[in-house]
T-cell receptor, first 117, second 109 residues
Framework: GAVVSQHPSRVICKSGTSVKIECRSLDFQATTMFWYRQFPKKSLMLMATSNEGSKATYEQGVEKDKFLINHASLTLSTLTVTSAHPEDSSFYIC?????????????FGPGTRLTVL | GQNIDQPTEMTATEGAIVQINCTYQTSGFNGLFWYQQHAGEAPTFLSYNVLDGLEEKGRFSSFLSRSKGYSYLLLKELQMKDSASYLCAVMDSNYQLIWGAGTKLIIKP
């Protein structure tokens, strides 16, 4: 099956620093990648959708200057949390969709747990 | 607005059967997904329904009624490893997934 990797799996950083999270589709070309965040015992919240080679589409309420998304190739998307603060601490999950699949299934990465001190 | 409802928590016994319901109201419909999520891990795909009826896959089955905006996930021969959260998600007219809050399933010996 299709595999999506995320790196790092866990990161602890100081307030004010920036953190980059990578999402890679390992055995397929992901025309579309999605970034979610999830708070404990809550559902996934879509942050943004990115298509390879174009600017990401952010959901309402998500600051695009704070959460920088780059989808430079069909196998890599990055999320950079700029000037992180404790309230940015969360579980960040990416998913990827392969173009042309019959039912638009999304394949999820293992997630990145960000803790901002 | 768009809304996905599913029970917050359910408890069942090892070896038994459990049905997790999901009702939805969304802008358009391009399929309904069920995902399993263990604590601290990303969701894993279980099933997809786009037409009415029952889809069976091993111990897991998923049912859809589009006219009623209703789906259920049926888990048979429950095992302790089935303890997890089960997420219902609907793909809307923009091909975006709308997520339910998840149902935490607790399996007791």
């Amino acid at each position: 099956g299709a595999v999506v990797s995320q790196h790092p799996s866990r990161v602890i950083c100081k307030s004010g620093t920036s953190v980059k999270i990578e999402c890679r589709s390992l055995d397929f070309q992901a025309t579309t990648m999605f970034w979610y965040r999830q708070f404990p015992k809550k559902s996934l919240m879509l942050m943004a959708t990115s298509n390879e080679g174009s600017k990401a589409t952010y959901e309402q309420g998500v600051e695009k200057d704070k959460f920088l998304i780059n989808h430079a190739s069909l196998t890599l998307s990055t999320l950079t949390v700029t000037s992180a603060h404790p309230e940015d601490s969360s579980f960040y999950i990416c998913s990827a969709r392969e173009g042309g699949r019959d039912f638009n299934e999304q394949f999820f990465g293992p997630g990145t747990r960000l803790t901002v001190l | 607005g768009q809304n996905i409802d599913q029970p917050t928590e359910m408890t069942a016994t090892e070896g038994a059967i459990v049905q997790i319901n999901c009702t939805y109201q969304t802008s358009g419909f391009n399929g309904l997904f069920w995902y399993q999520q263990h604590a601290g891990e990303a969701p894993t795909f279980l099933s997809y329904n786009v037409l009415d009826g029952l889809e069976e896959k091993g111990r897991f089955s998923s049912f859809l009624s589009r006219s009623k905006g209703y789906s259920y996930l049926l888990l048979k021969e429950l095992q302790m490893k089935d303890s997890a959260s089960y997420l219902c998600a609907v793909m809307d007219s923009n091909y975006q997934l709308i997520w339910g809050a998840g149902t935490k399933l607790i399996i007791k010996p």
